[in-house]
């Protein structure tokens, strides 16, 4: 028996790899994974939101029909993209994993495009703290712009240090950096 099986004229697969590439060449494996239509997404933001599409705190609207995604080996995984909770993010976690972002439409009470107040002020006394792999360092500093949480603003840490621009995680702390 050989140790590579040939597709096509010159093209040579291990017998390992060949598993993993039939769901994406073979019909029937493709037809035994769930299809990720705009139906199934829709169904799972209102889930997710508890409203229905195009009410408030619901999605904007249902999504394009016309979108076509690869079959999602597991349930779609559905989280929050902003901590405005103007958007959610929708995944497949499968071997073809996607990610799709739906706009929701603002919940009653708030006004479209209105801005959250702010919770740190224009020369306020806060804490600036650079994040990295591995590593936090922080160390007060001085606001140089008004902001909500989640707003990027000039902050800057001495009297006389050049200012940076650091984004509002709670009042009273800016961060450099990834968490």
Known sequence: MESTST???????????????????????????????????????AEFTGAAAGTPGGARGATDPRLQLAPCGGALAVSWQSTARSAVKVECPGPTSWRVFVALTPAQGSVAGAKPAPVVKRGEALTVQVRGRGFSVQQP????????????????????SQGLRA?????????????
């Open 141 to 160: 500093g001085e606001a140089l712009e008004s902001g909500a949480v989640g707003d990027w603003i000039a902050v800057r840490t001495g009297a006389k």
């Open 167 to 179: 984004r509002i995680a709670r009042p009273g702390l800016a961060i450099i950096g990834s968490e």
């Open 7 to 45: 597709l096509t004229a010159g093209w040579r697969f291990a017998p390992l790899a060949l598993p993993m590439l039939l769901p994406l060449c073979d019909p029937a494996a493709r037809a035994s994974a769930p299809a990720a239509t705009p139906a199934l997404i829709d169904r799972a933001v």
